[in-house]
């Protein structure tokens, strides 16, 4: 079932670790607890914001190319 934070269930169905508010917990690196799963934006457990989401999804697109 798909907590009503997240838009999809693919988070829970890779076994991706979610607090209580449905958000997904990473490490300082954004990875998830699912090894060479990351997270950015709005569904990550450290605060975000607009700016902030983009940055994360610029250092995690550049970390994996």
Known sequence: QTH???KSDLPE???C?????GIIQV???QQTTVPGA?????TMSIPSSL???FASG???TRRQG
Do not use: H
Request: aromatic share 4%.
């Open 4 to 6: 009503p934070k997240q």
């Open 13 to 15: 169905r890779l076994g």
């Open 17 to 21: 670790k979610l607090d209580e508010k």
């Open 27 to 29: 490490d300082a690196m």
């Open 38 to 42: 990351f997270a950015t934006g709005d």
């Open 51 to 53: 700016p902030i989401a």
């Open 58 to 60: 610029n250092k995690t």
